[in-house]
């Protein structure tokens, strides 16, 4: 809803547009009583438009800054914590966040992970259309956020696991074949292409979320992967490995 879309604003500009029909077509007076009327109303219109329309501008600026900050959180709990802060700064109240059993309040906002409901956002006081959507739209975001961190951390694990049965990990079954000695020139033979790649990433100095954001995989892929090479390598650390590349 827009600040035109107000129904007391909508009824005011019709009372103004009906003062104003009357004068044109039935012949209503314009004294000076009439028009000082008139100019109050058109006046109080405006002072009240201009006022929604600020609150809204700031409204979608908050919703914004609120959604990047919930978008780059990396964990379950990082993501609750995050969409609750943002949730408060969006409705100008207090917004608590809690996981069983919510209490009776204005406003209640699941946050699901598939078909469980993981937590509430429980607003105490009465919000407008526009503020409720835009919170709506957070809970549902943070649930989408939770269900990637949930997915990453089985993705973790199973790599993990497969690491510790002597496997190779996802990627390596998909490159299992050594990378070629001509790899960015200096990676060993006895590191997969997608060690090959991390490898020679790690030597610039990058960390796990920039070769993730590189490669398009996972922060906790990537930890995996290093985790590979420095065993492999024989390194206790990227210092070693980059100390030794020299």
């Given at each position: 809803?827009?600040?035109?879309?107000?129904?007391?604003?909508?009824?005011?500009?019709?009372?103004?547009?009906?003062?104003?029909?009357?004068?044109?077509?039935?012949?209503?007076?314009?004294?000076?009583?009439?028009?000082?009327?008139?100019?109050?109303?058109?006046?109080?219109?405006?002072?009240?438009?201009?006022?929604?329309?600020?609150?809204?501008?700031?409204?979608?600026?908050?919703?914004?800054?609120?959604?990047?900050?919930?978008?780059?959180?990396?964990?379950?709990?990082?993501?609750?914590?995050?969409?609750?802060?943002?949730?408060?700064?969006?409705?100008?109240?207090?917004?608590?966040?809690?996981?069983?059993?919510?209490?009776?309040?204005?406003?209640?906002?699941?946050?699901?992970?598939?078909?469980?409901?993981?937590?509430?956002?429980?607003?105490?006081?009465?919000?407008?259309?526009v503020v409720e959507g835009a919170l709506v739209?957070?809970?549902?975001?943070?649930?989408?956020?939770?269900?990637?961190?949930?997915?990453?951390?089985?993705?973790?694990?199973?790599?993990?696991?497969?690491?510790?049965?002597?496997?190779?990990?996802?990627?390596?079954?998909?490159?299992?074949?050594?990378?070629?000695?001509?790899?960015?020139?200096?990676?060993?033979?006895?590191?997969?292409?997608?060690?090959?790649?991390?490898?020679?990433?790690?030597?610039?100095?990058?960390?796990?979320?920039?070769?993730?954001e590189e490669l398009f995989v996972s922060v906790?892929?990537?930890?995996?992967?290093?985790?590979?090479?420095?065993?492999?390598?024989?390194?206790?650390?990227?210092?070693?490995?980059?100390?030794?590349?020299?």
């Amino acid at each position: 809803m827009s600040a035109a879309d107000d129904p007391s604003l909508q009824q005011l500009r019709r009372t103004i547009d009906e003062r104003l029909s009357r004068i044109a077509t039935a012949g209503e007076p314009a004294g000076p009583d009439t028009s000082r009327e008139l100019a109050d109303l058109i006046e109080e219109y405006d002072r009240r438009f201009a006022g929604q329309s600020a609150a809204m501008r700031r409204m979608i600026s908050e919703t914004e800054a609120a959604i990047a900050t919930l978008s780059r959180a990396t964990d379950s709990e990082t993501v609750l914590q995050s969409v609750r802060a943002g949730a408060a700064e969006i409705a100008g109240t207090a917004v608590r966040l809690v996981e069983h059993d919510p209490p009776p309040a204005e406003l209640l906002l699941p946050i699901r992970l598939g078909d469980a409901t993981v937590a509430t956002l429980v607003v105490e006081d009465r919000v407008d259309p526009v503020v409720e959507g835009a919170l709506v739209s957070m809970a549902e975001l943070a649930g989408l956020l939770l269900e990637t961190a949930a997915w990453q951390g089985r993705e973790a694990r199973q790599l993990e696991l497969l690491d510790a049965a002597g496997g190779l990990g996802r990627s390596g079954l998909a490159d299992a074949e050594p990378a070629p000695a001509g790899v960015a020139g200096r990676a060993p033979s006895a590191l997969t292409r997608r060690e090959a790649e991390i490898h020679q990433l790690l030597l610039t100095g990058a960390g796990n979320r920039d070769i993730a954001e590189e490669l398009f995989v996972s922060v906790e892929t990537v930890r995996s992967h290093v985790k590979r090479i420095l065993h492999k390598l024989g390194a206790r650390n990227r210092a070693e490995l980059i100390a030794r590349s020299d």
